[in-house]
């Protein structure tokens, strides 16, 4: 008989200065097994205005490709309106995490992550500094 389960737990990720990705989904998968939960969805949300959340293929040539494309799309160099307030040179920083989004859902089944052969789950620090990033995950589904 399986019965209704939510289960919380978080991680911290060290990150470089940004745009810098971090494949988390080893992480997320071990937090998935320890729900035992056979059919459900695991939510994953970075914590901070700067960070974000999304999939890629985590390999050298993609990482590289997507830290440009969010260069492109909010480039560090432009003037910011948040400037102008805090003088913190990280203005671009905000608008590229907005644009990303700071959390996903994944879906559970059968145990285990519904991703592809090639999608992993990465963390993206936009701040013009190093960063500690909390990640907090939620797993509900039906118990296995």
Known sequence: MSFPVVYYDNLEVSMEVGPDI?????????????????????????????????TIEYEP????????????????????????????GNGHSHVQAA???PSIAIPVRRGTLALGTWQQVVVINHDNRPRRRRVEITVVGNSM
């Open 99 to 101: 644009l990303l989004g």
């Open 61 to 88: 040539g993609v990482v590289e490709d997507l830290k440009r494309a969010i260069n492109r799309l909010a480039p560090p160099e432009m003037e910011y309106e948040h400037e102008k307030a805090w003088h913190d």
């Open 22 to 54: 971090v494949d988390i989904t080893d992480q997320l998968a071990s937090a998935s097994r320890k729900a035992n939960v056979e059919n459900g969805s695991l939510h994953v949300a970075i914590i901070g205005s700067t960070g974000s959340v999304t």
